[in-house]
């Protein structure tokens, strides 16, 4: 009896293997086909200044429009791109479109100061020795500011191949644009990188900015990476800022910049271009001055 009941588990266990099994293998033939068929779209989260509101930039975000499954998350398909070397097309798509789509909001534009954009990269992308190469036809091609576009990075890559990775950091940044380390405090790495790598921005992780409430304890880390970011003459972002308080004390402690619910979730391009001709600042914002 014992035995029947062990079959039986087996038997589901391996079903729900099998299910997911081949949920990953449709998908990374999907995946493969949505290359070719242009089924990805990017939407653009608002990076916003602190003190006043003023939308400084966007961080570009991707989005694949499943013909089947609709609209799926990067957290979902990007890990599976990664494995599979997906995320190298993907990727290069991604910055085409981005800055296109800046250099598209920029011009014309007299008088404001040009809107910067970020684009996530993945360690992956940046094993390629021809990046660098890439990226500058794509600057040459949609006539983008480099000094407009801003790459992020994530302190995991910089343990992978500290030569070569150095070498093509420093290629990225003689083409112009800077370089933001994402996520900031949550990998496993030395503090070290940061004087070794050209690194120009933090991002703070929004594990850091949650903690932001009420006891002052809870805010400590988010506030020391802010301090060591000014030590080292480096921006900050702070990520993923969603309550006014949160807003008030980083804006104290003298993070320049930052993004969340609490200003905007990422939006579509026309979202952007509407936000745009509101006169670019986010008006909610403009909270107690602390
Ligand atoms: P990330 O680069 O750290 O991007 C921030 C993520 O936090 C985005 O999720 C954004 O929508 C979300 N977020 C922003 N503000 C808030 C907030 O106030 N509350 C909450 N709960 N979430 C917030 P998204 O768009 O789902 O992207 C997830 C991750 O996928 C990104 O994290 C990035 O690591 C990766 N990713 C996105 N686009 C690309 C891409 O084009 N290439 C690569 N390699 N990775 C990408
Ligand atoms: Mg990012
Ligand atoms: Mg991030
Ligand atoms: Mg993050």
Known sequence: RAKKNGTGQYEIFQCEMQAALTSTLELEADLRRAVGRNEFVLHYQPIVELAGGRVTGVEALVRWRHPEHGVIAPSTFVPLAEETGLIVPIGRWVLREACRQASAWNAGRGGQ????????????????????????????????????????????????????????????????????????????????????????????????????????????????????????????????????????????????????YLFSKPLQAHEVDALLAKGRTIPDLLLPVP
């Open 113 to 260: 100061p040009p809107l910067t954009v970020s684009v996530n990269l993945s360690a992956r992308q940046v094993q390629q020795p021809d990046l660098p190469g890439v990226v500058a036809q794509i600057l040459l091609e949609t006539q983008l500011d480099p000094s407009c576009l801003v790459l992020e990075i994530t302190e995991s890559l910089l343990l992978l191949d500290t030569v070569a990775t150095t070498r093509r950091l420093r290629q990225l940044k003689t083409l112009g644009l800077r370089l933001a380390i994402d996520d900031f405090g949550t990998g496993y790495s030395s503090l070290a990188y940061l004087r070794k790598f050209p690194i120009d921005i933090i991002k703070i992780d929004k594990s850091f900015v949650d903690e932001i409430a009420g006891e002052p304890d809870d805010s400590a880390l988010a506030l020391a990476i802010v301090q060591l970011g000014r030590k080292l003459r480096l921006s900050t972002v702070a990520e993923g800022i969603e309550a006014a308080d949160q807003l008030v004390q980083l804006r104290r402690s003298g993070c320049q910049l930052g993004q969340g």
